[in-house]
């Protein structure tokens, strides 16, 4: 898949500083916490080579990820698949690469026999509210479909 002639493509342990760098850019984009890069990339390459997360990238260098786990799902016999992060430099945005990357993922996903697919993003984050809508997914936590849902974290 491609946007501005440029490949999505998978991440493999070799690409963990270009993951990290990007995931302590997006978390420094939005004043989150985020470890030293090198800390991150040390984990991201432990973790790419456990096959314990998927990250797709765009560009070359890499000014795009999108950052997926897969879990076991008690409702289907397929996995369930959260996408941890979908992040695009600001100097990039407004491209498709955004939409590359979560098309992707969803491919990603349904190759994986995946049968359910979320994210969570912020209220103000309205570029990304509109991408995952335009593909149909659903707020459920404001939906009409039933109550207010919550959602609740803790760091331990």
């Known amino acids: 898949m491609t946007t501005e002639s440029v490949t ?3 991440a493999g342990p070799d690409d963990a500083g270009h993951i990290a ?17 090198d800390e991150l990339a040390a984990r991201c390459h432990e973790l790419l080579a456990a096959n314990e997360i998927h990250v797709l990238m765009i560009g070359e260098p890499p000014f795009g990820l999108a950052l997926l ?36 993922s969803i491919e990603l996903a349904r190759a994986n026999r995946s049968e359910h697919f979320d994210v969570t993003t912020a209220e103000a984050d309205t570029a990304a509210i509109g991408l995952y809508e335009s593909f149909g997914m659903v707020n459920r936590e404001r939906g009409p479909e039933g109550p207010l849902m919550l959602y609740y974290e803790l760091e331990i």
């Open 69 to 104: 786990r897969f879990r076991p799902s008690l409702w289907s016999n397929g996995p369930d698949t959260h996408l941890e992060e979908l992040y695009v430099a600001p100097a990039r945005r407004g491209g498709g690469a955004g939409r590359a990357l979560l098309e992707a």
């Open 21 to 37: 760098r990007l995931l302590h850019d997006f978390n420094t984009e939005y004043s989150e916490p985020t470890p030293p890069v």
């Open 8 to 10: 999505v493509r998978p």
